[in-house]
T-cell receptor
Framework: GENVEQHPSTLSVQEGDSAVIKCTYSDSASNYFPWYKQELGKRPQLIIDIRSNVGEKKDQRIAVTLNKTAKHFSLHITETQPEDSAVYFCAATSNFGNEKLTFGTGTRLTIIP | NAGVMQNPRHLVRRRGQEARLRCSPMKGHSHVYWYRQLPEEGLKFMVYLQKENIIDESGMPKERFSAEFPKEGPSILRIQQVVRGDSAAYFC????????????FGSGTRLTVV
């Protein structure tokens, strides 16, 4: 089955700087890669996603890149703000998202004011 | 447009009791997924259901755990004879059809076994 690895497990950046979180996956059939943000005690919320036919997607301060050859994808947050502090999870699935998502182990992002 | 509704939000059970977790998908959604999140860990897939049908239960423990999504009413995740290791947050997600992008998660049920 699919295996998703996520790095780093913790990340601290100064407010205004950029943050990058990286994930690798094992199943070359995976074709959908969402990213979730989870605040303490809350549900995971989808913040951005990318399909395998696209190499990059951007939504305001958030961008995701995908390298299918290397089987890795990354989340980029620019101009970080204190409200970006949360745990971020990457995930992968092989059937347009309607099958099980395999999640990474999460990255705890702390924005230092 | 209510989101995915889960109840109860918090559930405390003594070892050996049964826990029933309920999930009502978003209106118009016919596919439900259950995930478990242990403290300080990621989400682990448990089961994927359509109404009256289990599609994939590869993540469900073989014993004590069962799930259903009846024609009428919410999806139920049932844990019999709970043990301390079952303490976790259980999240439900739904999607509108077989081929769709992006889950919407409910707020979760935090189960504590004492």
């Amino acid at each position: 089955g699919e295996n998703v690895e996520q790095h780093p497990s913790t990340l601290s950046v100064q407010e205004g700087d950029s943050a990058v979180i990286k994930c690798t996956y094992s199943d070359s059939a995976s074709n959908y890669f969402p990213w979730y943000k989870q605040e303490l005690g809350k549900r995971p919320q989808l913040i951005i996603d990318i399909r395998s036919n696209v190499g990059e997607k951007k939504d305001q301060r958030i961008a995701v890149t995908l390298n299918k050859t290397a089987k890795h994808f990354s989340l980029h947050i620019t101009e970080t703000q204190p409200e970006d502090s949360a745990v971020y999870f990457c995930a992968a699935t092989s059937n347009f998202g309607n099958e099980k998502l395999t999640f990474g182990t999460g990255t705890r992002l702390t924005i230092i004011p | 447009n209510a989101g995915v509704m889960q109840n109860p939000r918090h559930l405390v059970r003594r070892r050996g009791q049964e826990a029933r977790l309920r999930c009502s998908p978003m209106k118009g959604h016919s596919h439900v997924y259950w995930y478990r999140q242990l403290p300080e860990e990621g989400l682990k897939f448990m089961v994927y259901l359509q109404k009256e049908n289990i599609i994939d239960e590869s993540g469900m423990p073989k014993e004590r755990f069962s799930a259903e999504f009846p024609k009428e009413g919410p999806s139920i995740l049932r844990i019999q004879q709970v043990v301390r290791g079952d303490s976790a947050a259980y999240f439900c997600a739904s999607s509108p059809r077989e081929r769709s992008y992006g889950y919407t998660f409910g707020s979760g049920t935090r189960l504590t076994v004492v």
